[in-house]
């Protein structure tokens, strides 16, 4: 069996996705851009239990995927997800030193990750088997699936 694309082009991947997200949340930096993805990641991975996360994680590139597990407790009695506010506050909290993520930054990434090489149809068919609130979570101004 060769390789899998999604391994051999993953750092091809992952530089056009994180310069994405840097441009679309207005950062400077590719580690701020890290940081916010990584935030916006961690915020929605806190609100699934382990299999949830794990079938999230499998449509994900591979080193976003990577990212999403990063340091992972999991915790299969995860709070429901809040309102948007809410989830913005947690999101803006994590490494809160190294968090410069816009107020804006889980629709930004949202639609970074919907721009990027993940198959839409497969995201959306995860997400509407997840909890309440995944689908609303990475909605972004255009799409509205269910």
Known sequence: MP?????????RD?????????DTCL????HQAYHTLRAVLHTFRSH????QALQFANILPAVTRAIFVEDWKP??????FPDRATLIRE???VRKDHNFAPETAIDDVAAALRRSSIDE????????????????FW????????
């Open 14 to 22: 992952f530089d056009a996705f994180i310069q994405d997200v840097r």
């Open 121 to 136: 149809a497969e995201l959306n068919r995860v997400l509407v088997g997840l909890p309440q609130g995944a689908v609303e």
């Open 48 to 51: 699934l239990t382990t299999e």
């Open 139 to 146: 909605k972004t101004g255009d799409t509205v699936r269910t």
């Open 27 to 30: 950062l400077q930096t590719h």
């Open 91 to 93: 999101m803006k909290s």
């Open 75 to 80: 915790n299969d009695t995860p709070p429901p």
């Open 3 to 11: 390789m899998p694309q999604t391994y051999f082009l993953a750092s």
